[in-house]
């Protein structure tokens, strides 16, 4: 703990103290139309931004983010926001576009989530219904194959049978085998 913590000048804070900044922040939810051609988890939040016209960054949100970090960590919490929200205006944004681009953004992400968790649902349903049909299939293929090896043992054996049956009347009336 420094000189300048213990006046209460600064405070200690962790890395991204933003987290614990605000509080549970809430928003209006409403339904927004977000698009995801696909799923590329590599890429994921890139491609729904890209996808839905959130690409541009610089008047964004992230221009908190960006700020904060700008900023040394050991600044009081209330100090360091009212530095960003003072700098914001620099770039001519205000706390209300930002807001709004995050709310956007928020929005926009929590209905492409709920339509991958829609479609992963979907899909894992229809592949379950697809192995237990692959299943049935199995089970009469199974079957099948038992019945078969059935039937070419008992043509064995009857056939084996027949065999020695011939071979011994051959012998019987003086043939060779």
Known sequence: MGLLTKLGLVEEVPAN??????EEYSYEEETVEAELESV???TLID???????LADKSRSIFKVEELIFSL???????TKRNSVLAILGSFNLTATDVVTDGEERIKTLTSIKEQVDSDSKMTVTEKEAQIEELKKSIEVLTVEIANEQEKARISNETIS?????????VKFVGGVN
Request: aromatic residues 6%; glycine residues 0%.
């Open 161 to 169: 049978a027949e065999v020695a049956k011939v071979e011994s009347l």
């Open 40 to 42: 590329n988890t590599e």
């Open 17 to 22: 103290n933003y987290d614990e900044a605000v």
């Open 72 to 78: 040394p960590k050991e600044m009081a919490t209330e």
């Open 47 to 53: 491609d729904i931004y890209a996808q839905n016209n």
